[in-house]
Nanobody, 126 residues
Framework: VQLQASGGGLVQAGGSLRLPCAAS????????MGWFRQAPGKDREFVAA????????YYSDSVKGRFTISRDFAKDTLYLQMNSLKPEDTAVYYC????????????????????WGQGTQVTVSS
């Protein structure tokens, strides 16, 4: 299983970015997935998660209403659309996948994800 996150960059406050995470190695639609981020000197933080199939979504309070997680089954790609970006959104963003298929719950803890992408840097200037 491989996850490849991309799309990061430098953006001004109030701007938008979309992060894709390309998945390969198994049936993409069967697994819950999530986005996490880690700022310098801080722990890895939950951002958003989506259940298997056209599953439920869940967001951290800090991004709710600004970020949207989605998946394109034809492209085996997970997305994080980030709008109204703030300087405090600056971090390395990671995509992750559960190891068991077709689970009901949506998971929000990093320790509950088994496969991880390499991360992509997002920097928001004020």
């Amino acid at each position: 299983v491989q996850l490849q996150a991309s799309g990061g960059g430098l953006v001004q406050a109030g701007g938008s970015l979309r992060l894709p995470c390309a998945a390969s190695g198994r049936t993409f639609s069967s697994y819950g997935m999530g986005w996490f981020r880690q700022a310098p000197g801080k722990d890895r933080e939950f951002v958003a998660a989506i259940g298997w199939g056209a599953g439920n979504t869940y967001y951290s309070d800090s991004v709710k209403g600004r970020f949207t997680i989605s998946r394109d089954f034809a492209k085996d790609t997970l997305y994080l659309q980030m709008n109204s970006l703030k300087p405090e959104d600056t971090a390395v963003y990671y995509c992750a996948s559960r190891s068991s298929p077709r689970e009901g719950p949506v998971y929000t803890a990093a320790r509950e994800y088994f496969y991880w992408g390499q991360g992509t840097q997002v920097t928001v200037s004020s």
